[in-house]
């Protein structure tokens, strides 16, 4: 196992995941605890020591889970992380109650690494209303009473929020956990986020390296373009070695359903093989032809010619999005940060907005669209 040093620890380069872990029957809460445990044992074995869980995880039965499978090993020689669920609005004021339920539910003295989860758009004011909600300071107290070892954020958040985020609170963030793999790199403008993170000092922890797996398998004409480059590496791999290249990035989580992909994971992690600019490149030019290339710049001009003052560069950037992913929640979460009058469905299809676009994007027909697709939940 490749190793990071941070804060004085040596921490696995590549961490495990435990938002779909194998259940039984098709039932996301019935973990199936046998085959868990077996790939826990295989990362304590490989040094794949950081697990990272979350209070929503397979219907609140994940964390207890994962830490009645560790107590069999030394606290110290691993690393738990747990969340506050803030993406949840009615969990803002029970900040003391999650996390005190947190501990007695594992049965943990502390949480090496403790996160406000995903930072985002529907949650940012009241993250930052610190005096009305106190998740920021009650934190901050568990971290001071050794109860948090290290305080860190994640986000599926767009560029803006996590800058208003770490505006208040960066100086005391030790690591931001992103969306970060070489498609978002620019279609999420992941890059530009893991920047912004380095502007303050901060490593990134990297989340959905392939995507929920849209990674892991790609067009036979793709395929064949990277084996050309890297004969013996998987199509999985080059995610990876895309990531070892990101000097931001210090540890990485791999959400492993199975053992098998346990095992080829880590088995990637046994050295450092980072990307060339070349390479790099080879991956981004897939990523366009995958993604359609996003044509908006984000110019702006029609923002200023719509009647309903709709942030046309901001609706197009989700409607890409939840196209691309077939749905998922990024959107429909971001959306509902917004008031009715400015979701795409306030779209009045007059075309103002398309008479001044550079790029010539049927504006109205991807907001009616957009629309569409989210009155079908999909």
Not at 92 to 103: A, G, T
Request: glycine content about 8%.
């Amino acid at each position: 196992m490749v190793y990071t040093s941070f804060k004085g620890l040596k921490l696995p380069a590549l961490g495990f995941g435990t938002m779909r872990l194998p259940v039984l029957g098709g039932k996301d809460s019935d973990i199936d605890e046998a085959l868990t445990e077996k790939m826990i044992d295989y990362c304590m074995e490989k040094g794949a020591n950081y697990f990272d869980t979350g209070w929503d995880y397979h219907s609140r039965s994940c964390e207890s889970a994962i830490a009645r499978l560790l107590k069999k090993y030394p606290r110290e020689s691993y690393y738990f992380a747990a969340k506050f669920p803030g993406y949840n609005l009615k969990n803002m004021d029970k900040v003391e109650e999650i996390f005190e339920e947190q501990l007695r539910s594992t049965g943990l003295e502390y949480f090496d690494f403790y996160l406000f989860h995903n930072v985002c758009e529907l949650n940012i004011e009241q993250y930052l209303d610190d005096e009305k909600y106190g998740v920021y300071s009650y934190l901050m107290k568990q971290k001071a009473a050794g109860r948090i070892k290290h305080l860190g954020f994640s986000s599926h958040g767009a560029l803006p929020v996590i800058k208003r985020f770490l505006e208040k609170y960066g100086k005391d963030m030790e690591f931001g956990q992103l969306q970060l793999n070489w498609l978002d790199w620019q279609f999420q403008k992941a890059g530009e986020k893991a920047a912004l993170l380095r502007e303050y000092g901060i490593p990134v922890w990297v989340m959905e390296p392939l995507r929920g797996g849209k990674l892991a398998k790609l067009a036979p004409e793709a395929e064949a373009k990277l084996a050309a480059l890297r004969p013996d590496e998987s199509v999985p791999a080059w995610a990876f070695r895309f990531l070892q290249a990101v000097p931001e990035v210090q540890l990485t989580l791999s959400g492993m359903s199975n053992f098998e992909q346990l095992q080829e994971n880590i088995a990637v992690y046994e050295d450092m093989k980072p990307l060339t600019t070349g390479e790099m490149e080879a991956l981004f030019s897939i990523a366009e032809g995958m993604t359609g290339g996003v044509p908006c710049t984000g110019c702006r001009y029609c923002v200023s010619h719509c009647p309903q003052e709709l942030d046309i560069p901001s609706l197009l950037s989700l409607y890409y999005e939840h196209s691309f992913t077939g749905g998922g929640f990024i959107a429909p979460m971001a959306l509902r940060a917004l008031p009715e009058d400015k979701r795409p469905q306030a779209c009045l299809g007059c075309g103002s907005c398309e008479q001044v676009c550079p790029q010539q994007i049927k504006i109205s027909q991807a907001m009616a669209d957009f629309s569409e697709k989210l009155a079908a939940g999909g």
